[in-house]
């Protein structure tokens, strides 16, 4: 920040808040990261990851019991059913998304990577003579670091929603998907609105968030920009659909000359009436609402007469990687409707203290899949390993992504990469299923077992040679002489069977 | 690293989930309404008014039963602390009785919307007329500044009021609404040169007053009356309740950057 004087209110003293986070929660992704068993470590052994991940815990408990209940389990199904609709077509959706955006006197601009959509917005802001600049919540907007990008050109960039508010305060990067400041207790609010404000404040939340409507109201008048992230994109009429409790995103698109919209492809879904589903839906996950607040659906700029609302409408759709991703096997993770469940549900996202220890853009296990397939960073590659494959990221997911057998496959994925001898281990694993899929192969394993057991000395191993000397110590080879006894002792004791004739036969219930 | 911890899993099984925080949905109701709820005063309110935009009623396709409304709830704060004078106007202690009886299929959403919307903090009063309807709102806004969306369900309401047209200088901000979920206390609105997108959002509280005709069961029926509207307005909006955040600690706080206060009233039977 080099302009001294900020043209935002809600920013006014910020260089007076300490920064009390690790390297890894800063506010810019880290480029070169230290290991992640190491910074795991750390982030388990603060304390506040102990307090916020009771928080979890306890909201966790008190959600998940009963699974799915009516009529939930049903518009589960339909979400589901209507996301893998969605991708199927992507292109098409896409492309009729586009024509209707247009048709209403909005701009569409596609961009392939995260640095494109970046400069895609930086010349959206730099066409509109732009200084500040609202933001409500937005994940896409973190994936291609815009506030850094704008701040280059000397935009002040201020996040609107209260949770991305504190996080920017103290230069962090949002913790949970849609609580981005559930690692911090009220304290460390507290703490850093003191700092702002130079005076003692009443520390309670409702106090604390007052605070903060009062100093970002200036900012949504005085912005001649505003930018959102889009929970849902309507091919069918070009709406842009934004979902929230606090309202900002009501402000953002509607008091700045212009409003940027950034989208991921995968947002996109065919009908308006599909809202109906999803909502309430995405609400239910997230924060067990029966729906938010407000869902703000924007279809094109303002119309001639209106009195407010912006004058231009663009749209920055971003692929990163996801069209690649749409075609193989991973497909499914593209239906995430960003409802942080998952995140909520995952111990080991709670014992972290939140996603800032993945040190990629999403963490938690919607993190630990996507991130790798993005490619964001290669550390990203070992995330699938922060799981316990406990299953409840699965089980809480509202359209049904199978998380767990994605971590799992992701990990197999990462080993065939990393270590060559992993190949021949795997090849093995998979001669030793296809020998005992069938009876006659388990058979003849047995047999070669029992012989080898005759043959081979039983202190072989001691005698094997390299690293694997130490593992081997006191260690024998199992007694094989009578593989296979159990098998004929049972096949000895069972009365021959009737043929098949004078069996009753069996009726489905 | 061991992260799993002691907490294990999502520990499934077990009942039904409850609503965090949240006001009780019966909340103080001095409930002496029900002959207002029984009138049927349909004539002066012209629900056709407005609708000039909404494309038929066949918009209501999908079924009623979407979005569950677990209006349970515990008696939380209504943390007035921001809101100030605003929420004291002489009605606010009356939500109009929101449980009374009033049989019939219109006056059972009418409570189903009752109840909804008061769990997530807004107020909901019934007018038996539109005269009365302009009763409650100058009971409400008395002799502060309110900016209004021009609308002929609004035509007899604005009459002896103070009225603005910058929604920044208003306390109040008049509005009516397309469509009420009875389910999930759900606004519709659509926005137009007559309906500005400040209205709702900018003045500390919003007052809609809605033609009970215009309650619908459920959520996607209210998303189905959006649906059908053409053209597609350039902003549509749905809102069930004042603005909130649970962004510190996860409790929940009334009052964030839209308004700190709603209350509909509803009009007619
Ligand atoms: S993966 Fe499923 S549970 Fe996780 S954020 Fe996405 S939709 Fe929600």
């Keep these: ?509 | 690293m061991s992260p799993a911890g002691r907490d294990g899993a999502a520990e499934p099984g077990g009942d039904a989930p409850g609503r965090p925080g949240g006001v009780g949905s019966g909340a103080g109701g001095a409930g002496d309404r029900g002959g207002a709820v029984r009138t049927s005063g349909t004539g002066a309110v012209d629900p056709g008014g407005a609708s000039g935009r909404v494309n038929a009623d066949g918009a209501r396709g999908l079924s009623g039963d979407v979005a569950a409304a677990p209006v349970s709830g515990d008696a939380g704060g209504g943390h007035g602390a921001a809101a100030g004078d605003a929420l004291a106007g002489p009605a606010a202690a009356d939500p109009g009785g929101a449980a009374t009886a009033a049989g019939g299929g219109a006056g059972n959403l009418a409570d189903r919307f009752a109840a909804a919307l008061e769990a997530v903090g807004g107020r909901v009063h019934r007018a038996a007329d539109p005269a009365e309807a302009a009763e409650r709102v100058r009971g409400l806004c008395g002799e502060r500044p309110v900016a209004a969306d021009r609308d002929e369900v609004l035509a007899g309401v604005v009459s002896g009021l103070v009225l603005v047209d910058d929604p920044w200088a208003a306390e109040f901000g008049l509005t009516t609404a397309l469509a009420a979920a009875a389910d999930t206390g759900t606004l519709a609105l659509a926005y137009d040169r007559d309906h500005p997108r400040g209205t709702s959002l900018v003045p500390p509280v919003h007052i809609a007053v809605v033609p009970a005709d215009r309650l619908v069961p459920g959520y996607a029926d209210a998303v189905a009356r959006l649906a059908a509207l053409r053209p597609v307005p350039s902003g549509m909006q749905m809102i069930s309740g004042p603005s909130s955040s649970g962004d510190i600690e996860m409790e929940l706080v009334r009052g964030m950057h839209g308004p700190l206060a709603l209350h509909v009233v509803l009009v007619g039977g």
């Excluded at chain 1, 961009?111 to 917005?121: F, H, L, S």
């Excluded at chain 1, 938010?292 to 912006?310: A, C, I």
């Excluded at chain 1, 593992?471 to 007694?479: H, I, V």
Aim: with cysteine.
């Design chain 1, 1 to 509: 920040m080099s302009r001294a004087p900020h043209e935002s209110a809600a920013l006014t003293g910020r260089e007076r808040v300490p920064l009390t986070r690790p390297g890894w929660a800063a506010g810019e992704r880290q480029e070169h990261r230290r290991p992640l068993p190491l910074v795991a470590a750390e982030a388990v052994a603060r304390p506040e990851a102990r307090r916020s991940g009771a928080r979890l815990a306890d909201r966790s408990r008190d959600w998940h019991r009963g699974g799915w209940p009516e009529p939930m389990a049903g518009l589960r199904e339909r979400a589901a059913a209507i996301r893998r609709e969605t991708l199927a077509d992507l292109e098409g959706y896409l492309a009729a998304l586009t024509e209707r955006i247009t048709e209403h006197g909005g701009t569409v601009h596609r961009a392939a990577t995260a640095a494109d959509a970046a400069a895609a917005v930086r010349r959206i802001a730099a066409g509109a003579g732009a200084r500040l600049v609202v933001k409500s919540k937005s994940m896409v907007t973190e994936e291609i670091e815009l506030n850094r990008a704008l701040e280059a050109d000397g935009v002040e960039v201020v996040e609107t929603d209260l949770g991305e508010y504190i996080v920017q305060l103290g230069d962090e990067r949002p913790s949970h998907i849609i609580a981005p400041a559930v690692h911090l207790g009220r304290e460390d609010v507290a703490d850093r609105f003191e700092a702002l404000a130079g005076r003692r404040l009443d520390r309670d939340a409702a106090a604390l968030a007052s605070f903060a409507r009062g100093r970002l109201r200036e900012d949504f008048r005085r912005a001649d920009m505003g930018v959102t992230g889009v929970n849902f994109a309507v091919a069918e009429t070009g709406t842009l659909v934004t979902v929230t409790n606090e309202g900002n995103a009501r402000m953002v698109t509607s008091q700045p000359r212009v409003h940027v919209a950034v989208m991921t492809l995968e947002k996109v879904i065919p009908r308006m009436a599909d809202l109906g589903t999803l909502i309430p839906l995405l609400s239910y996950a997230g924060t067990r609402q029966p729906v938010t607040v407000y869902q703000s659906m924007v279809t094109g700029p303002r119309r001639e007469g209106e009195t407010d609302g912006p004058e231009e409408l663009h749209v920055v759709i971003l692929d990163n990687g996801r069209s690649r991703i749409a075609r193989g096997k991973y497909a499914e993770v593209l239906a995430c409707i960003r409802c942080g469940a998952c995140q909520t549900a995952c111990p080991v996202f709670r014992t972290l203290g939140g996603g800032h220890a993945y040190g990629a853009t999403y963490g938690g296990p919607i993190g630990a899949v996507l991130s790798p397939l993005l490619g964001e960073h290669p550390a990203d590659a070992g995330l699938p390993f922060l799981s316990s494959l406990c299953g409840a990221c699965g089980d809480v997911c509202p359209v049904k992504i199978p998380l767990p057998d994605m971590l799992v496959d992701l990990r197999a994925d990462h080993a065939e990469r990393a270590a060559p001898a992993a190949l021949a281990a795997r090849a093995g694993w998979r001669a030793w299923a296809a020998a005992w899929s069938s009876g006659r192969g388990y058979a003849l394993s047995v047999a070669a077992a029992r012989l080898g057991s005759r043959l081979l000395p039983r202190r072989l191993l001691a005698a094997l040679p390299g690293p694997q000397r130490r593992w081997a110590r006191g260690r024998t080879l199992p007694d094989l002489r009578e593989a296979g006894r159990f098998r004929r002792t049972l096949r000895a004791l069972r009365p021959r069977r009737e043929g098949p004739a004078d069996r009753p036969e069996e009726v489905g219930p």
